[in-house]
């Protein structure tokens, strides 16, 4: 079974350019989560999708980052325009959905490294 | 609001040696679940454990091996006679339970370099 994959693996552009991140989850794992480690710093919890709809947004840092889950399958994150602070590495997990109160392993991919110049 | 912390930045050690990375929570839930994840050089995270907070009971797998004490707010983990491999960056993480829908609070990782 393919684990969760990301595109690219490392993106390098200028200050006010657009970039944006692809992840695709395990087959049959309907939540969906970005997470962003800025160096030196803890990984931090982006956003959360269920299926298509965003479950939790609130550690979207501002309005310049969009994420979609198209169908409830793949999933983008936008950022527009990039600022210097964005960089880092942005990694998408996945896992099953619980019953209410449970909480399943997230797989992680490999994460996209952003470099804001 | 949960916070999770992992004093020891970076340690290392020589083959064969033991090695315990601390992690320690808060949280006001009295449901939850803590994890640990291993970042290697490639750089993705593997998923080693989870625990729910009514479980304190110890785990051992191969040469790991978890200790949970609610009571110190601790959830550690020890690698026993550590080999070359076991180098990565080592997460501890916490879930709410409740309606936090598994998002993840990491700790700032540990840096474990293992020398032949």
């Known amino acids: 079974e393919a684990g969760v994959t990301q595109f690219p693996s490392h993106s390098v552009i200028e200050k006010g350019q657009t970039v944006t991140l692809r992840c695709d989850p395990i087959s049959g794992h309907d939540n969906l989560y970005w997470y962003r480690r800025v160096m030196g710093k803890e990984i931090k919890f982006l956003l959360h999708?269920?299926?298509?709809?965003?479950?939790?947004e609130s550690g979207m840092p501002n309005n310049r980052f969009l994420a979609e889950r198209t169908g409830g399958t793949y999933s983008t994150l936008k950022v527009q325009p990039a600022e210097l602070e964005d960089s880092g590495v942005y990694f998408c997990a996945s896992s099953q959905l619980p019953g209410r109160g449970q909480s399943y392993e997230q797989y992680f991919g490999p994460g996209t490294r952003l470099t804001v110049t | 609001a949960q916070k999770v912390t992992q004093a020891q930045t970076e340690i290392s050690v020589v083959e064969k040696e033991d090695v315990t990375l601390d992690c320690v929570y808060e949280t006001r839930d009295t449901t939850y679940y803590l994890f640990w994840y291993k970042q290697p050089p490639s750089g993705e995270l593997v998923f080693l454990i989870r625990r729910n907070s009514f479980d304190e009971q110890n785990e051992i797998s191969g040469r790991y091996s978890w200790n949970f004490q609610k009571s110190t707010s601790s959830f550690n983990f020890t690698i026993t006679a550590s080999q070359v491999v076991d180098s990565a960056v080592y997460f501890c993480a916490l879930s709410e339970g409740g309606t936090s829908y598994g998002k993840l609070t990491f700790g700032q990782g540990t840096i474990l370099t293992v020398h032949p």
């Open positions: 999708f269920v299926k298509e709809s965003k479950q939790d």
